[in-house]
């Protein structure tokens, strides 16, 4: 049974920072893609990252370029999402998410929902002062 379980959000200051994690289970974790979204109420899912299989190609949504890092550890079958630099509009439900196909990470372009299939249950950032 895959499972994708996010953890590490919380509420902190703006200009704080916080680690994601999302422990995978369930599939071999090296063969596939990952992302992070966030959704906050009302508006779309939004992809902010992935990561390909091999971690040699990584995307970041313009929101998030130059402040959050993802990586992978394929030793623990986790994937991370540091997060520096907060602020209030990074207030959100972050999501983490395998890919559905081959080419969910091609790195010109941000990850769509339509491409990942499994998802964890969400993990609450909370920025404010």
């Known amino acids: 049974q895959v499972q994708l379980v996010e953890s590490g959000g919380g509420l902190v200051q703006p200009g704080e920072s916080l680690k994601l994690s999302c422990a995978t289970s369930?599939?071999?974790?090296?063969?596939?893609?990952f992302a992070w979204f966030r959704q906050v109420p009302g508006k779309e899912r939004e992809g902010i990252s992935c990561?390909?299989?091999?971690?040699?190609?990584?995307y970041y949504s313009q929101s998030v370029t130059g402040r959050f890092t993802i990586s992978r550890d394929n030793t623990k079958n986790t994937v991370y999402l540091q997060m520096t630099g907060l602020n209030p509009d990074d207030t959100a439900v972050y999501y983490c998410?395998?890919?559905?196909?081959?080419?969910?990470?091609?790195?010109?372009?941000?990850?769509?929902?339509?491409?990942?299939?499994?998802w964890g249950q969400g993990t609450q950032v909370t920025v404010s002062a």
């Open positions: 998410a395998r890919g559905a196909t081959y080419s969910a990470c091609p790195g010109w372009r941000p990850p769509g929902t339509y491409d990942y299939d499994h």
């Open positions: 990561i390909d299989d091999s971690g040699d190609t990584t």
């Open positions: 369930g599939f071999t974790f090296h063969y596939w893609t």
